[in-house]
């Protein structure tokens, strides 16, 4: 198995091995990860890597996936209509 062509978070383009040499250094939570390496902070938000991540802390650390807190969410942008982008440049002139 070739870790550094296995891709975990296609989002941020993080292989296996990035996440293992993490792992060896001592950054072993999701947020240390996450903080270092961008991983579940693309557009998915993780949906797609968070619990290959997960899995991989919990076999380095001898644990249960279960056990490794997942990662904090926060909502990338706020939607704002169009409406309100018109008016506002209207009220700067």
């Known amino acids: 198995m070739n870790k550094d062509k296995i891709i975990i978070c296609r989002c941020s383009d993080v292989t296996l091995e990035d996440i ?6 001592g950054y072993t939570s999701f947020e240390d990860l996450k903080r270092l390496l961008r ?3 693309g557009p ?12 991989e802390i919990a076999n380095f650390l001898h644990q249960k996936a279960e ?3 997942i990662h904090k969410t ?3 942008t706020i939607g704002v209509k169009l409406r309100a982008i018109a008016e506002g440049a209207k009220d700067e002139n």
């Open 20 to 25: 293992h040499k993490l792992l060896e250094e």
């Open 39 to 41: 991983i579940g902070m």
């Open 44 to 55: 998915c938000q993780g949906q797609t890597c968070a619990e290959l991540v997960r899995k």
């Open 67 to 69: 056990t490794v807190p």
């Open 74 to 76: 926060r909502p990338l």
